[in-house]
C-alpha cells in the first residue's frame, strides 16, 4: 500500500488495533496515545478493568502497531499512569533494542488537584514516554535531528538571562525540563504564554476539574489542550499528520486541527467519535475551543449537581471507589 492511502482528517470507529493493522506502515509523522489504564475507569464502551496480564498483551500489540505506522523521521509519546508504567518502559526498551525506535525521554505530567488519600500519598502524576522513529539510528548533528524538534516552539528563557544577566546565555533560551508541572490557575489563561513564565522552566498545566471551562461534560478523562499543544508544536509541522489511536473527547486531534496539522484518530466508542468529529471541526474553523455551559455541565450556580470526576480516580462498576 502507498502511504497515500492513508485516511486524514477523519476518526475511525472501531478497535485501534484492527484499525491501524489496515493501514500503510511508515506513514504517520505523529502519534500521541493515552490509553485506558485498567483501572476501572467508566467509559460509555470500553470496559476498564481486565485481566493483568490480557491488559499487558494488549498494551504490547497496540504499541506495536503504533510503532509499525510510524514514519523514520516521526516521533511518538504514550501516556501512562503508574498501575503499568514499567511494563509499558520495557516494551518501549524492547523495541529500542529491535531497531523500531529510539527512547528521548520519561517526562513526568505533574499536576495539581490530585486524590485526596486519607492513608498514602496523594497521586499527582502521570508518565509521558517520548520515543522518534529510525532515522535516529543514524548518526546526526545536534543543531539537525532527523526528527521534527521545533525547539524554538517551545523554547523557555533560562535563569542565566532571567536571573542573572549572564552575557553567556543562550539569547533563544533554552529547553524545557522533562518535569511538566501544571497548575489549575494558569489554566484558564489565554495563550501558550501563560504556561512560560520567564522565572520558570517547568510545564505549568493542571489536569481539567470537572468546573473548567475547557471540559466538554461528555468524557469521562479529558485531558487539557495544553498539554497536548507543546508536544504539537515541538514534534510536528503544518501539514503532518498527526494519530491519536485512544480519540476520547479528541483533544490531541482538536490541538492539531487548530495547529494546521493534518489529524487523524481511531475510538471504540462510536458516540465519543462523533462529538470529537464535532469538536475538532468546531475548532478547525473557528481557531477556538468549544465552550461549554456550566448547565451542559450539570453545574447549578457553581455547584455540581454529581461530584466532579478526578482525572483516571478508579470507578469499579460506576460507582467511584474511594481514594484510601
Ligand atoms: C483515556 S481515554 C482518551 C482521552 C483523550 N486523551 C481525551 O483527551 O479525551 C481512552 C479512550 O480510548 C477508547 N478506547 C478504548 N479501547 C479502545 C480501542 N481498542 N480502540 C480504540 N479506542 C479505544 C475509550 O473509549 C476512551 O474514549
Redesign the pocket.
Known sequence: MSTDSIPQNTIAV??????MRAWPAGSIDLI?A????NIG?K????E?KRDDQDYID?TMR?IDACVDLLKPTGSMYV?IGDEYAAETRMRLKELERDHKIVFRNWIIWHYTFGQNCKVKFNRSHAHLFYCVGTAAFDKWKVNKPPFTFNRQAIAVPSARQTTYADARANPKGKLPDDTWYLRPQDVEKEGLERYFNAQEDTWYLSRLCGTFKER?GW??????ESL?ERIIRLSSSEGDLVF?????????LAVAARLGRNWLG????KD?AAK?TERIEHVAQTGQAMQTTLADKGIVKGKPKKKAEPH?SPNLRGKRRRAK
Do not use: M, N
Not at 481511531?266 to 466508542?269: A, D, F, G, K, P
Open positions: 472501531g478497535d485501534c488495533i484492527k484499525t500521541f493515552d490509553p485506558p489504564y475507569y467509559y460509555d464502551r470500553y476498564d494488549w497496540w501516556l466538554v468524557h469521562p478523562c479529558q485531558l487539557p497536548l491519536d489511536p485512544f480519540t476520547g473527547s479528541g483533544t490531541t481511531c475510538e471504540l466508542s465519543y470529537a483516571r
